[in-house]
C-alpha cells in the first residue's frame, strides 16, 4: 500500500512536471520574442530632421560650418556651392568620406530644407539600411519598388534606389510647392493678357 501511494505521488509530480515543461516551452518563445524586438528598436522613434550634426532649418553659414567638422564629409569651402536659377535657393554640393560618396544640401531663403545623402553601394547596401530605418521608425508610411518613406507631421525620410537617403522640411516643402502654384498660375495670368493684346 505504501509502496502503491509512493508511485501515485511519482505520477502526480510527473504530470506536474511535465505541465511545468510545456508552460515553459510556450512561454520562452514569446520571451525570446519581446527580447529580439526591443533590441532591434520598437519603430516608435520620431523621424529624425537631421543627420548627425546637420539640421533642417540651418543657415548657408551654420551648414558650411558643420560640414567642415564632419568627419562624414569632404568639404573643401565655396567651390562646391552652386547657386539654382530659382530665386531665393541654394545648393551646396560636396564629396563625402567611406559611406557617403556625394551629399547636395538645398536651401530656400537661406535655410536648409533638404538633405540627400549619395551612400556608396561599395560600403553599404540597400537592405542595410533599410532594416535600420524600418527598425528605428517603423514600417514605411510609403513603399514602392522605387522608394521607401517614412513622415512625420514636420519631416519626410525617404530610402530611394539605388541607395539615396534624404531628409526633408516637410512645411518648408509645402510652403515651397505653393510658392511654386502661385507663381505658375501667376505666369499662365501674364500670358493670357498678353495674348489678349492681339
Known sequence: ???????????????????????????????????SSSSTGSGTM????????IYLG???????????????????????LSILQRPNETLLECSGTFYIERAFFQFYQEKLYTITLVLSPDDVDHFSV???????????????????????????????????VKYMDRKMLDGIRTSGQTKKTL????????????
Request: proline letters at 5%; glycine letters at 4%.
Open 58 to 80: 540651418m543657415t548657408l553659414d551654420q551648414v558650411k560650418q558643420a560640414l567642415a567638422e564632419d568627419s562624414n564629409f569632404y568639404y573643401t569651402g565655396d567651390p562646391d
Open 130 to 164: 533599410y532594416t535600420e530605418l524600418a527598425g528605428k521608425y517603423g514600417d514605411p508610411q510609403e513603399l514602392d519598388p522605387h522608394k521607401s518613406v517614412w513622415s512625420s507631421d514636420s519631416y519626410l525620410l525617404s530610402l530611394e534606389r539605388p541607395l539615396t
Open 46 to 53: 520620431d523621424i529624425p530632421g537631421h543627420f548627425n550634426k
Open 187 to 198: 505666369q499662365e495670368l501674364s500670358r493670357k493678357q498678353f495674348l489678349d493684346q492681339f
Open 1 to 35: 500500500m505504501v509502496s502503491f501511494l509512493k508511485n501515485s505521488a511519482d505520477k502526480r509530480n510527473m504530470t506536474d512536471l511535465k505541465k511545468f515543461l510545456l508552460l515553459l516551452l510556450a512561454i520562452i518563445p514569446l520571451y525570446l520574442s519581446a527580447q
